[in-house]
């Protein structure tokens, strides 16, 4: 029931939304911060938006409770306005308490928001209101079931239960419960668990509900409802309690049914709890139409609920509070709503089920019995402490025995104190049991709703019930992050632990391998010894003490070199005279031994564990009298120094193995690192002039693109830039290529004068273009003219244009050039070589001037003969050259001799200097049958 | 920013009686159901981002509500209509 009430809560703050009015919805906004613009029709939609959307990020953090109080009061006070002065003064009451209440409970919260959400709707909304909530309910309790068996067995029970009795409603009701429980775990909004509970009737009774709708004109029905809902909150607290909260539920049911009947009648009565329980769940809906104040106030409440959906729990406690006095007032309804709601909460409550089962169901209990209590609900409150307790006892137990077992219920279950005293309270006014203990055990009630039941709740569903399923997808996703984190740092430990043991492990083997060399060369000792050649000359007894002076010998100068090796002692030998001074110490025998033992030792050749050494440096000793000290071969040393010496060993070695590793890695990377930047340059490279291929592929496009444009004016002067890209690499290689691309259109905005990048609405689309903006002509006149070509032939020659034959050997060009647009020094050697290229097939020329200064383009040619002459005049006459129509005239040879005397000397035919032809070239692609016209 | 030709087109004059699909980001398709809705009008959309005080978020979400218009286009539209505003209110 409480996850309905969460489930409920959500939907209702979107129908909550949509019904507030301009003026709420106005200050709504004003209060999160906002300075909304006038609240019109086309506007409304967007600030409930915005509205929504605050709300849901206000819900992120814990509610402010403040704030949701002050609303609640507002709402409160709207609703003491329709209510009458009495009521209004109750409900301030209550909403006093609210407020203590307040900080507690924030999974009621979400259930009080279902609950506005059920009551909001004025009489006219109601009926949509109920159809909206049952229709979600069922809607969202089917996969909310899974959870608990119970859900499943709600479902499956609930029609026998009907067939049943009391009891079996009351078992599918519980398990509905359950579902509410197990949604809240699961994360489930609240509303949820109410469908889910409502599907579950809803299976089973559809024809139920119909009657409760119906039903709501009458009042017995309403009453049902009431029963309805305590019996619903009996089967969540059967969860906790058992069969006895079913029982009880039916009882209630049944009372309500009767409107304070007996207790005696509840088998009786369980059936009709059983109708009055189905109907009762559309009675949400249906109590309210009835009762148009009652709704109101539930509406109005509902709504404070709804504005304060995260806050929803101290609500809760506060419409239980409120509503119950409501509800006296006005009747049950109020009551129903705010059961469902706390039924969420509690069912919510996993750590203390029974207990806030036991407070759900006290606040739906209140509801009803207040209800009752106004009506002939008194009854129904009860049946539910029966149920708390087990104790089918009469309706309308003393009061002192309500109070004991409310104790008793306290005592296993703290929600089953809360249920007791409100019941108390509700139904005081109406039933003559309570009266006096009443006030007390709602204290203690109260008490009990504050304590760790609430806090409980509070921190389990606080989150949950304002946005149960983003918070808990959220926490689900951060759980889900944290966990590959813990894994390596799991295995980060492991891996510190397991190099830590191998370094140990070499230590120790290190140790050991030192150790048993030195046991070895023990043994080598005694070993050796025995076998000796010299030793088996020696008398036994004598052979026994040498021995053991030797050992004694050996084992006291292993220890000095021992204390030596190990930094102890300066002394890494002793001297003949302390050895003997030690021997002596041991025994005065042992002195005796003394020199045979050196004796034998030199003798012996063989390494015993005890060297001697002389005065001289390293020659061998053959006198006993020449050595002076005696040295140990094999140090003896004390553990510490042992493994210190193993240890330092160690460490030294995996130093330099350390060392030697980076050394190689050190090289292994450099290697790398310069084959890597060698391959980055030479791809770099390769990049860049791709990249310069690539803008001059592309500037090539713009160009010839733009002198189609000249041509045809339908074509706009700029083309896109991907199209462009498009049409120059092709579709596989565009991947590959985009880096390549992007370099080149950076290139082009950069450093491209001729190219501009703009952005041009083509077919609709924003496109960047490139427009090429260097002027077409000046481009062509440069590009397109030659200098210095010979173009062609003007005019075919005949008499009337060229004299029949050769007058004089000479001739005199004109227009072959225009002195004023020559350049440089050189120039009039390239005329001269074209005049001789175009006469190549004459070999007489002998001489040609060029007139430098002549406005006219002279050229003046000089030939061995008037036939060569006759043939140049017409190679040359009426041709082009440059641009230029050139004109021949015969010259006299007395006046060009006049003019050029060194052209009397010359009579060797002039070449061109190359084979190139290139003033010829034109001419040959063009015009290649020209010049032999002209020659024949 | 790159900003497109419409919307410089759009911000460099007052709008007078322009219509919507002037606007920067509604083309064809949003201003066929701008219009629907009777918002024939720059001016119209004007009025409605005035009335939400050029609230950013409100508008977008307005615009996407009442068009369907995308994230992009709702931003040019309000990027559009905010910088007439700078220029001409």
């Known amino acids: ?936 | 920013m790159m900003t497109s030709q419409k919307h410089r087109d759009f911000v460099a004059e007052p709008m007078g009686e322009k219509p919507v699909r002037s606007l920067a980001g509604i083309g064809e398709v949003l201003g066929k159901k701008l219009e629907d809705k009777g918002f024939d009008k720059a001016y119209v959309v004007l009025g409605q981002f005035l009335v939400l005080k050029k609230d950013e978020d409100l508008f977008r979400e307005w615009l996407k509500d009442t068009c369907g218009a995308s994230a992009k286009q709702s931003r040019d539209c309000f990027g559009c209509l905010r910088e007439w505003c700078d220029a001409f209110l």
């Not at chain 1, 849901?56 to 609640?72: G, L, N, R, V």
């Not at chain 1, 590959?484 to 140990?504: D, V």
Request: charged fraction near 25%; hydrophobic fraction near 35%; charge should be neutral.
């Open chain 1, 1 to 936: 029931m409480a996850a309905a009430a969460a489930a409920a809560a959500a939907a209702a703050a979107a129908s909550a939304a949509q019904q507030l009015s301009d003026e709420e919805l106005f200050s709504q906004l004003r209060r999160y911060g906002l300075s909304p613009g006038p609240v019109t029709e086309s506007t409304r939609p967007v600030y409930l938006k915005k509205l929504k959307k605050l709300r849901e990020e206000e819900q992120q953090p814990p509610p402010a409770p403040p704030q949701e109080q002050q609303q609640q009061q507002q709402q409160q006070q709207q609703q003491q306005q329709h209510r009458t002065g009495g009521r209004s003064a109750k409900t301030r009451n209550n909403n006093n308490n609210n407020t203590a209440a307040v900080g507690a409970p924030p999974g009621a919260g979400a259930a009080a928001a279902a609950a506005g959400m059920g009551g909001r709707p004025l009489s006219g909304d109601l009926s949509y209101l109920r159809t909206s909530g049952a229709l979600s309910r069922g809607l969202a309790s089917a996969p909310d079931n899974p959870p608990g068996a119970a859900a499943a067995a709600a479902g499956a029970t609930a029609a026998p239960a009907l067939a049943a009795g009391g009891s079996k409603v009351l078992l599918g009701f519980s398990s509905d419960e359950s579902d509410a429980e197990a949604s809240p775990r699961d994360q489930a909004s609240g509303g949820r668990k109410e469908r889910a509970a409502l599907q579950s009737r809803g299976g089973a009774k559809p024809a139920p509900l119909a009657d409760g709708e119906a039903g709501p004109g009458q009042p017995a029905e309403r009453r049902k409802p009431h029963a309805w809902w305590g019996a619903r909150r009996p089967a969540s607290a059967p969860e906790p309690l058992g069969a006895a909260g079913r029982e009880g539920a039916p009882e209630d049911a049944e009372e309500g049914g009767d409107g304070g009947g007996g207790g005696g009648g509840g088998g009786e009565r369980e059936p009709e709890g059983e109708e009055l329980r189905w109907t009762s769940r559309p009675v949400n809906g249906s109590r309210l139409l009835p009762f148009s104040c009652r709704e109101n106030y539930s509406d109005s409440e509902e709504e404070e609920e709804q504005d304060n959906v995260a806050v929803a729990r101290p609500l809760f406690r506060d419409d239980s509070l409120l509503r119950p006095r409501p509800r006296r007032s006005h009747g049950k309804p109020p009551a129903g709503v705010r059961g469902e709601a706390p039924h969420p909460a509690t069912a919510t409550a996993g750590g203390c089920p029974g207990s806030d089962r036991a407070a759900g169901s006290l606040d739906r209990r209140r509801g009803p019995e207040e209800g009752g209590g106004c009506d002939p609900l008194d009854c129904s409150p009860i049946p539910r402490y029966r149920l708390n307790s087990k104790k089918p006892t009469p309706l309308l137990p003393d009061g002192d025995l309500t109070l004991d077992r409310k104790t008793n219920n306290h005592i296993g279950r703290g929600g089953f104190h809360l249920d007791p005293p409100r019941v108390y309270a509700n139904s005081i006014p109406h039933s003559s049991l309570v009266a006096s203990a009443s006030s007390s055990p709602l204290g203690i009630n109260h008490s009990n709703h504050t304590g760790s039941n609430h806090t409980y709740l509070k921190n389990t569903y606080q989150q949950k019930l304002s946005e149960p399923e983003e918070e808990l997808l959220q926490q689900f996703k951060r759980e889900e992050v944290s966990t590959p984190g813990g894994f390596s740092a799991h295995y980060l430990s492991m891996f510190l632990l397991t190099a830590a043991c191998l370094f140990f492990l070499i230590l120790g083997l290190t140790y050991l391998g030192m150790r048993g060399t030195g046991v070895s060369e023990d043994r080598a000792l005694s070993v050796k010894s025995p076998f000796d050649e010299t030793f088996e000359k020696i008398q036994a007894n004598e052979k026994n003490l040498m021995m053991n002076s030797l050992y004694k010998l050996h084992d006291r100068l292993a220890q000095v070199a021992g204390d030596h090796e190990c930094g102890n002692s300066i002394q890494r030998r002793l001297s003949v005279q302390e050895v003997a001074a030690y021997l002596k110490d041991l025994g005065p025998e042992y002195e005796d031994v003394f020199n045979m033992s050196l004796q034998w030792i030199l003798e012996n050749g063989k390494d015993v564990g005890i060297r001697c050494i002389g005065n001289g440096s390293s020659e061998d000793l053959t006198n006993i009298t020449d050595v002076q000290f005696l040295q140990s071969t094999r140090p003896q040393m004390s553990f510490w120094c042992r493994f210190r010496r193993a240890f330092v060993t160690v460490t030294h070695r995996l130093l330099l193995l350390c060392l030697l590793l980076l050394l190689c890695f050190g090289v292994v990377m450099a290697c790398v690192v310069l084959h890597y930047v060698k391959y980055h340059w030479t791809k770099e490279e390769e990049e860049t002039r791709q990249m310069y291929d690539m803008v001059i592929k592309i500037i090539d496009v713009l160009r010839s693109h733009n002198d189609a444009c000249q041509e045809n004016k339908d074509l706009q002067p700029y083309m896109p830039i991907p199209h462009v890209r498009d049409s120059l690499i092709p579709p596989p290689d565009r991947k590959k290529m985009k880096k390549v691309w992007d370099r080149a259109v950076d290139f082009l905005a950069a450093d491209e004068s001729r190219v501009r990048t703009e952005t041009q609405r083509i077919g609709g689309v924003d496109f960047l273009v490139w427009r090429w903006i260097q002027p077409a002509a000046s481009r062509d006149k440069i590009l397109v003219v030659p200098s210095k070509v010979w173009q062609g032939q003007a005019f075919h020659l005949d008499r009337r244009n060229s004299p029949p034959n050769s007058l004089t050997p000479c001739l005199k060009i004109r227009n072959m050039f225009d002195p004023v647009m020559e350049i440089g020094d050189h120039w009039h050697l390239a005329i001269q070589e074209a005049i001789l290229e175009k006469c190549s097939d004459n070999d007489g020329i002998v001489h040609i001037a060029v007139d430098r200064n002549s406005c006219e383009g002279c050229v003046y040619v000089k030939c061995l003969s008037p036939e060569y002459a006759g043939k140049a005049f017409k190679a040359l006459h009426g041709s082009w050259f440059d641009g230029k129509l050139v004109t021949v005239k015969y010259l006299r040879l007395d006046r060009y001799h006049h003019r050029f005397p060194q052209a009397l000397t010359c009579n060797v035919p002039l070449k061109p200097s190359n084979k190139h032809m290139n003033s010829m070239s034109h001419l040959r692609l063009q015009t290649g049958t020209a010049n032999s016209q002209g020659s024949s």
